[in-house]
């Protein structure tokens, strides 16, 4: 039970805090806009979630080095190797599944299918180096206080239980869409856009036909 309530609080607050970091960097790095940087509709990412329980997962376990050094340095090589890892597979399933694309990497040098490339992979690196050294004592102590509070878990399930009503609708309406040849591929952000125009025309095509 205990590691239950621990893997799922680290899972939503991943969730929810990635989708505020992607976010403000859509808003003020990539895409100058504010937009929903998410597949599903609510405010979370379920890559970031994953990642949070890998991090957390990598960061506590033994490696049985006693040299403290290449211990830090082991994991941090390997919690670089497995961010990037969690893209690529979350990138592939879209691309292969869904035929949309979460992100582009295809004008970075090094790219593979424009999923990962070396830039991003050491950008996983930086951020697992914070995470070790500024973020893991915290989650640490926080983890241990919530499971020992169990009424805060009741937050946590809610959370997931959206998410999951959420993806499942978000699947099932990505499914459907897969139908139109136009969507070979797409960015996600050309996806929003097709999907958005293609409402608009059954709506008008809804209001001529009741007239």
């Not at 205990?2 to 970091?21: A, D, N, P």
């Not at 608009?200 to 007239?211: L, M, Q, R």
């Amino acid at each position: 039970m205990q590691y239950l309530v621990i893997i799922s609080t680290l899972f939503v607050s991943g969730s929810l805090v990635g989708w505020g970091i992607e976010l403000l960097f859509r808003r003020f790095v990539s895409e100058k806009k504010w937009m929903n940087p998410g597949f599903l509709v609510g405010p979370y990412l379920p890559i970031y979630g994953f990642g949070v329980v890998l991090l957390y997962a990598i960061s506590n376990i033994s490696l049985g080095i006693n040299i403290e050094w290449v211990n830090i340095v082991l994991k941090i090589i390997i919690i670089a190797i497995s961010m990037t890892l969690i893209e690529f597979i979350a990138g592939l399933i879209f691309i292969k599944g869904l035929k949309v694309k979460l992100w582009d990497y295809s004008n970075q040098k090094g790219n593979i299918m424009g999923i990962i490339c070396p830039s991003f992979s050491l950008i996983w690196l930086v951020v697992g180096s914070l995470y070790y050294f500024f973020v893991n004592p915290f989650f640490v102590e926080g983890i241990s206080w919530i499971s020992e509070n169990l009424i805060y878990t009741y937050f946590v399930g809610a959370v997931i239980g959206a998410m999951v009503v959420d993806f499942a609708y978000s699947i099932h309406l990505a499914t459907k869409l897969k139908q139109y040849k136009e969507l070979h591929n797409l960015r996600f952000e050309e996806f929003k856009k097709f999907l958005k125009n293609k409402i608009k025309n059954i709506k008008f095509k809804y209001d001529k036909d009741s007239k």
